[in-house]
C-alpha cells in the first residue's frame, strides 16, 4: 500500500510534465505542491522517501504540529485560511502563505515577522469566481490591496496570486477562471510595483490542475489524486 502514494505523486507529475510540453511551457516552471491535510506523517514521509519537498496544509495547527513533528525538513505551504490569531503558529514555519486576502491579515503577518526580523512570502487569493462560501478578494480589489500591502509593509514579499476554484463535474468550466487569473497576474505585474514580484500562479486542484498547467499556473496545489479521499469531504 505505502508505495500507492509514491506512484500516485509520480503519475501526477508526469501529467504535469506531458501537459507542459504539449502547451510549450517548460515542466521546471510548474511546482507540484501535495496537499497533505488530515493525512498523517507517515504518508509525507513516503514523499520525502522519493525526495518530494513541496507540502500543503489548510489548518495552522496541523501545519505547526507536522513542521515540529518531522525528521526531515520540508518546505510546508499554508494554502487554507487563516485567521489573525492563528499567525504566530506558522509565522516561521511556512515557505509561503497562499491566503492573504485583507489589510488585517497583512498587518499581523507583518507585526510577527517584524518581531522576528524575517520576511515572508505571501499571495493574495483571489475569489475569482465571486463564490459566497470562498475566502478572497474579488478581481477588481486585488489591485488595492496590492498598493497597500507593498506600500505599508516592509517584511511582506507579495510574490503572487492564488485561487480555489468552483468545484466543477469538468474540469474545462474553470478554463475561463484560469485564464483570468493569468490576465489579472501580467496586469499587475505590468505595473511595476515596488516591492512586488507577480511570479507565483497558484491554482488547481486534483479535479482540475491540468487545466491550470495549460493556462499558466506555476505552482498547482494536489491533495486527493496523491494521498487518496479524505475522511471528512469539507477538508
Ligand atoms: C484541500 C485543498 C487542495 C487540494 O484539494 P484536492 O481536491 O484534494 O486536490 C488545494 N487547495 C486548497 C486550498 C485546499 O484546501
Redesign the pocket.
Known sequence: MSEQIQDNYREVRKKINETCEKVGRKPEEVTLIA?S?TKPLSDIEKLIDIDVIEF?E?KPQELRDKFDEISTPVRFHQ??HLQTNKVKYIINKTVLI?SVDSIKLASVIEKEAAKRNIFINVLIEVNYAGEDSKFGVSKDEVLPLVKEIADRFRHIRIRGLMT?APFVENPEDNRPIFKGMKELLLDIKSQNIDNVDMSILSMG???DYLVAVEEGATMV?????IFGE?QKKE?
Open positions: 496537499v491535510k500543503g489548510n494554502i487554507g497562499h480555489i486542484m486534483t479535479n496545489r494536489v491533495g486527493t489524486a479524505r477538508n
